[in-house]
């Protein structure tokens, strides 16, 4: 083999780095115009993107592992810092997503536009995907933490950046209320850990017994710290509001990639255990289950197009807990094929739910951007303005939605694979996976359903308000970084065959064999990935064979202006059509036992001049407002009493002092 | 003079300590006030002095020194001047009247010997005895903080805690190192720029220099 130039663990450091600080120059006023300071940043984080990746795939195609060591003078053990294929794998979305979301910015969060945050916006952009990196890379508990916290509050300061208007505001104290309530669960599963193990270092993959007390307490801790994170229901509360709040390309890049390292957490956390006790893998599943289909029927309901985004990531988070719960379950009763595909599928989903979900939120960005309006029920019509951004929104809308020949089709599919697997086993196993697998067909059918109605409220029909409607189509610097998404997701849906030696090395790295790999079923052999490419081939040239029949036929239909869905009425105008909750009611309806909906329906005026009426339709954030709100008001009613106690009288504190001081000099007789 | 006789004079000197740490919590007065703080430096400053001489530790006349220069002189000086510039001579009122005030100090006094006794079982110095009367002092402190409401007296209050922290430690162990007195010496000096600046401030917020007002800062629901 031939000497190398660079190795890979060099590349993806130097550009963890360079990304982390592509923005700092502008920290510095004056030294450097905010436009030109944002050009330089955005060409450090291309450039670190390209480092990073070519590192990434150098590290998945060879397979190695590799450890550093740290010196820094903490009194904590020797921070350590490594790659391996899992972090590598980590590592993809980590460097495609920010770099496409830092060039979208250049003209989407133009420094012209932006004066008085574009600084910090671009700064703290680069600095939470530079230590996204860094968690992933982080190989002990303490460095974990510094990096896990700056990613963390990088990321409350993107999405508080309009922080002059209440609701931004309001959303970004969520999420910091969250986040930390997050890290205090870190804090616990690292002391755990280091209490575990004797030191900071992680542990070794496999070390630890997982039937302990102890263990079950770091899996707790660990599920409930990076869910958090994660966003996985019933800890999602702060995802919806943070993601409908940022700038759209921070949105893409928190929803591609902020959630993932949340999920490389647990991953991480799984892969230090032995002997997984089967309840594990069912509660990973239960979750994926409970998210998948709640997250897309909040969905469904919402009328704000980045808030329903936000909820579909809640809904793909689900599913890749549903691969993790497969692979976990197959640990558990020995079953290698479900750990390949589950877990597999998971990791592939990771990939797929970044491109995809980031490509939608720089979409509805661009939306957004022409429209001037986050409201679905306003916007309309808006593929005739915008005919690229339209395309691409609807490659991401297919690929979310699961569907072939596109690459959520692919990673769907691998879990299918492994449900079925589950379901020829026996007992638990099989009960647990004949019942998910439905849940899973559920959740892609209801994705389509809320695409169908973002994409035929949003981009066909006619404008519904002129105020609203679009106007310009995004420039370049927009729509390449579109393409680029959109192009991932084709080239993983059609040929998923190139990444199956990858993955199946990266799941390697988590769950190690229990046979020689050569005794047992490769992903190649257990997944058709070749059928798949064929397949999706098929179906191209099936559609490029029909498109010219559809286009004559459009050509030779009659040809008239007027509203879609004009439903026979003399004189339609555009806000007769349908509207996201009128297409949405029937599903609305259907989970209002989880939604609660609240509409407010005055009754249909009558009489020969009716007078003026509205209709007027809410889905709230269920799990917040009916359960988390009360519960803490309750336990702010509760603790009225101690409150009393700080009643802002100086003297008082310093008796409680003095009262401290005698009770604890006391104690000492007693 | 020797030892039992410095002994002698170290105890009278902290029964005049505790006598002005009554003073305290008895005087009414600010101006009265200040001018019990500076005799209650002069006499730890006295005492120090004494210390050191009997017991050979040169530097406690350095302390000693600190305590003329800064509580005796630079304090009162500051304080006498705020209290002129803010035009505070009246009465002040306290929360708790003074002979309930000097029975609770009093009760804490007998606390602090009551504490203190086993310390003076233990150890041979011959300011053992002071001990207690050191922590009735912070003590006393404290308690004047507690039922005092001008900021003034809370200040004052303060000051007396450390007048008799550091009394403590000279009576403990012959004083603390030298880098640390200075440190503690260093503090308080901000600490009395700070705190002028902020009678200032509270008195332009709110019109008065009453820390009950201060409670209109908590946050209500």
Known sequence: MAQELVSPSTLIFTATLLAAFSGALLLVPRFLNASRGQLLA???????????????????????????????????????????????????????????????????????NYPHNVRKTTFFFGLMSGFMGAVTVARDGITFLFAWEIMALAAYFLVAT????????????????????????????????????????????????????????????ALFGFGMKAGIMPFHIWLPSAHANAPSHVSAAMSGVILKVGIYGIIRTLSFFHTIPLWWGALVLLLGVVSGISGVAFAIGQHDLK???????????????????????????????????????????????????????????????????????????????????????????????????????????????GFFRGIQESGVAAAATALAAPALAVVGGLAVAC???????????????????????????????????????????????????????ATLTIFPLTAPLDTLEQLTSLAPLTSVSLMGVLLLVILGLLLPWYLRRLRSAPQGATVTWGCGYQRPVARMQYSASSFAELLTG???????????????????FPSVTNFHSHVPEAVLELIYTPALERLYARFQPIRHMQNGILQQYVLYILITLVVLFLSDYL | MTHTFAAQLNSLLAALILL???????????????????????????????????????????????????????????????????????????????????????????FSYHLTAPIRELSNLMTRSTLAVALATIMLGMLMMVTRRHAVTQILGFLAMENGL??????????????????????????????????????????SLDVEQMAKLKETD
């Open chain 1, 42 to 112: 955005t060409v450090a984080m291309l450039t670190a993107s390209v480092l990073g990746l070519t590192g990434s795939v150098a590290v998945l195609l060879s397979g190695r592992t590799e450890l550093f060591q740290l010196s820094w003078t903490l009194p904590f053990d020797q921070p350590e810092i490594g790659i391996d294929p899992l972090s590598a794998w980590f590592l993809l979305p980590i460097f495609l997503i920010p770099g496409c979301a830092a060039l979208y910015a250049r003209s989407y969060w133009h420094a012209d």
């Open chain 1, 162 to 221: 309009e922080d002059e208007k209440p609701e931004v505001s309001q959303a970004g104290t969520l999420y910091l209320i969250t986040t930390h309530i997050g890290t205090l669960g870190l804090f616990a599963l690292f002391s755990l850990l280091t209490l575990t193990v004797g030191t900071w270092l992680f542990p070794a993959v496999g070390s630890l017994d997982a039937s302990s007390p102890i263990a079950s307490a770091l899996f707790l801790t």
């Open chain 1, 307 to 417: 808030r329903l985004l936000a909820y579909h990531s809640i809904e793909n988070i689900g599913i890749i807990f549903m691969g993790i719960g497969v692979a976990l379950i197959g640990q558990t009763i020995g079953s290698h094929p479900m750990v390949i595909l589950g877990c597999a599928g998971a990791l592939l989903h990771v990939l797929n739910h970044a491109t995809f979900k980031a490509l939608l939120f720089l979409g509805a960005g661009s939306v957004i951007h022409a429209t001037g309006t986050r409201e679905i029920d306003l916007m309309g019509g808006v593929a005739r303005r915008l005919p690229y951004t339209a395309l691409l929104f609807g490659v991401g809308a297919v690929a979310i939605c699961g569907l072939p020949p596109l690459n959520g089709f692919v990673s769907e599919l691998l879990i299918y694979l």
């Open chain 1, 451 to 505: 695409f169908v109605k973002v994409y035929g409220i949003v981009f066909l029909g006619a404008p519904r308000t002129e105020e609203h409607a679009a106007h310009h189509e995004a420039g370049w610097q927009m729509l390449a970084p579109m393409t680029v998404l959109a192009l991932v997701c084709a080239v993983i849906g059609l040929a998923p065959a190139l990444l199956g030696g990858l993955l199946q090395r």
């Open chain 1, 590 to 608: 259907l989970f209002a036992f989880v939604l609660k909906p609240q509409v407010h329906r005055p009754g249909v005026a009558r009489g020969i």
């Open chain 2, 20 to 110: 002005s740490a009554f003073a305290l919590l008895a005087q009414r007065k600010i101006m009265g006030l200040v001018h019990i703080f500076a005799w209650q430096g002069l006499l730890l400053s006295l005492s120090t002095a004494v210390i050191g001489y009997a017991s050979g530790e040169h530097h406690l006349y350095i302390s000693s020194l600190l305590t003329l220069g800064m509580k005796v002189i630079l304090l009162p000086y500051i304080l006498y001047k705020l209290v002129h510039k803010l035009k505070i001579h009246r009465d002040i009122e306290a929360v708790v009247n003074v002979p309930t005030t000097m029975l609770l100090g009093i009760i804490l006094v007998v």
């Open chain 2, 166 to 207: 550091f009394f403590a430690a000279t009576s403990a162990t012959y004083g603390m190192p030298m880098v640390v007195e200075l440190g503690v010496a260093l503090d308080l000096l901000i600490a009395a720029f700070i705190f002028g600046i902020f009678f200032f401030h509270i008195n332009t917020t709110f019109e």
